[in-house]
């Protein structure tokens, strides 16, 4: 079990790296393992793409007016990539140097991995690469993991939770765990038709003071497991539901930044619908465990894809 003990400060990035979409749009290929995501007929893929690009401009800046630092490239347009505008399924930066990329589901999503973006990031952040650890080969082999979605990190406490899917494979999250030296947490969670719901980072956030957990969708012989690794960690925890899932409010990140005025503070990114789904009480607790929550509306991506905020960050973890 993990030991309740003051956290460092390497649980929140300081950076993020976001991919600006030049191809958005609602994917099939990823609609079958996804039951969050909604077609759209009201609007083409040009009127989706252009709605999404304001949308990721609107986290940019909210993200930008909080002091955290943000490495926003475009995406190519061709070939078309959907996705696109969630990198932190393919690619983590870790503050020992290691990039590591990772084997996604959808074939159309592993256009998404691009050697450009990694030296664009280390160029812009400093970041300085040690060993790029590539776990795409598993692929061929039909087994998957997608990131910082599958993956939710105590880097505190060096711990790794993970539900499985037909997107998050035990095999590699166990090769992950061995590699980067974490103790991995499996289990399993469904959606209230009974399927696997398909990224950890839907119901689950970890902040330095705070967990969010979708409790409620964890299936009952791994919810006390679940709960006591949790709780071990001395954090507050907010236990939600499929009613808040469904609105993306498993769906954050807590990011951190620093004013001359404040010194070093906390910024909890969310989007608007996954705010408006949670009850004074929860809010009020949230709140009272990070400096900054930004609450900012992207429907469009949300309906599409869904996915929400924490999906559009791939955290760059820097050196202290």
């Known amino acids: 079990m993990p030991i309740s003990e003051p956290l460092p400060r390497a649980q929140c ?9 030049a191809a958005f749009d609602y994917n099939p290929e990823t609609a079958g393992t996804n039951s969050l995501q909604r077609q759209s007929g009201d609007s ?24 955290v630092t943000v490495c926003d490239l475009d995406d190519t347009a061709l070939p078309p990539k959907p996705d696109a505008v969630f ?22 999503r592993r256009r998404e991995r691009r050697r450009d973006v990694i030296d664009a990031v280390a160029a812009s952040t400093g970041f300085k690469i040690s060993r790029i650890l590539d776990l795409t080969q598993h692929e061929q082999h039909g087994r998957c993991l997608e990131g910082t979605g599958s993956l939710v990190l105590d880097h505190a406490n060096r711990t790794a939770y993970a539900c499985v899917s037909p997107r998050t494979h035990p095999a590699v999250i166990e090769e992950w765990s061995q590699e980067l030296g974490y103790e991995a947490v499996v289990f399993r969670a469904v959606d209230r038709g009974g399927s696997p719901i398909y990224h950890t ?61 404040l010194g070093d ?7 608007a619908c996954a705010r408006e789904s949670l009850s004074p009480e929860m809010f009020a607790r949230l709140s009272a465990c990070t400096d900054t929550v930004l609450a900012v509306p992207i ?21 202290s």
Not at 13 to 21: S, T
Not at 99 to 106: D, G, H, N, R, S
Not at 265 to 271: F, H, N, P
Not at 299 to 319: D, H, N, Q, Y
């Open 13 to 21: 990035a300081g950076a993020v790296l976001m991919i600006r979409p």
């Open 44 to 67: 083409g893929a040009r009127a989706n793409n252009a709605l999404a690009k304001e949308e990721f401009q609107r986290v940019v800046r909210a993200l930008r007016s909080e002091g």
């Open 87 to 108: 990198p932190n399924n393919w690619v983590t930066f870790h503050a020992d140097g290691t990039v590591v990329l990772y084997p996604m589901f959808a074939e159309n």
């Open 201 to 261: 980072n839907v119901l689950m956030c970890i902040g330095e003071r705070v967990v969010v957990a979708g409790t409620g969708a964890i299936v009952p012989q791994d919810r006390s497991r679940v709960l006591e690794w949790l709780k071990g960690t001395g954090r507050e925890i907010i236990e939600i539901g499929h009613n808040e899932i469904e609105r993306f409010a498993g769906n954050m990140l807590e990011l951190g930044s620093w004013d001359e005025a």
């Open 299 to 319: 429907p469009t991506i949300e309906k599409l894809s869904g996915g929400s905020v924490r999906c559009m960050l791939a955290e760059i973890f820097l050196p």
């Open 265 to 271: 503070y906390r910024v909890l990114a969310m989007s």
